[in-house]
């Protein structure tokens, strides 16, 4: 398995822009998780998912942010409409069960 | 706060010299977790911890958890500049939420 796939790696965007971060978990795995890392703020969790179903979307940080995963082997991050503040990396993970998080190598965005 | 908290949040020190991190958390828990992350990458799993056990070898790596403190220790002995990146400790509580939250790190540096 390639492990979780992330794409893009890096994406700059203009303020207001629609951005799509594109996840592929590992095959089997039934959890997805969405963080973003910043200086200031660490590593946040986003959303996750079990069985491709959203359970927990507390940490989407305001109406902007949007996650589905249609099947078990995609998940999107959306962003409409995009700003400088949200300029950071987003990883997305993937595991089954209680057990260790595989992490995607991560997508860098630029919002200018 | 359901996130861990690591301390110290940086750490300098000589190559061969032992490097310890500590970790405190606030909920019960089923297990914790180790994760490191060097600049610009994924997090990588180093290590899983139930919080039936006391001290986990694997390699350089030593983890011990204290349930009754609320916390876990990283020891890296022996360290190599290699080593430098940032640590993470997450833990999995009994909530069944199956969500991680991660801390905000340690950042070591190794001294060749």
């Known amino acids: 398995d390639a492990g979780v796939i992330q794409s893009p790696r890096h994406e700059v965007t203009e303020m207001g822009q629609e951005v799509t971060l594109r996840c592929k978990p590992i095959?089997?795995?039934?959890?997805l998780f969405w963080y973003r890392q910043t200086m200031m703020r660490g590593l946040e969790l986003l959303i996750y998912f079990n069985n491709n179903v959203p359970i927990d979307d507390s940490g989407m940080p305001e109406d902007r942010f949007s996650a589905k995963m249609p099947n078990a082997s995609f998940s999107t991050l959306k962003i409409q409409p995009s700003e400088p503040r949200d300029s950071a990396v987003y990883f997305c993970?993937?595991?089954?069960?209680?057990?260790?998080?595989?992490f995607g190598q991560g997508t860098r965005l630029t919002v200018v | 706060s359901q996130q861990g908290e690591e301390d110290p949040q940086a750490l300098s020190i000589q190559e061969g010299e032992n490097a310890t991190m500590n970790c405190s958390y606030k909920t019960s828990i089923n297990n914790l977790q180790w994760y490191r992350q060097n600049s610009g990458r994924g997090l990588v799993h180093l290590i899983l911890i139930r919080s039936n056990e006391r001290e986990k070898h694997s390699g350089r790596l030593r983890v011990t958890l204290d349930t009754s403190k609320k916390s876990s220790s990283l020891l890296i002995t022996a360290s190599r500049a290699a080593d430098t990146a940032s640590y993470f400790c997450v833990h999995e509580g009994q909530t069944g939420a199956n969500n991680l939250f991660f801390g905000t790190g340690t950042r070591l540096t190794v001294i060749p």
């Open positions: 993970a993937s595991r089954t069960g209680e057990g260790v998080a595989f």
């Open positions: 095959s089997g795995h039934n959890s």
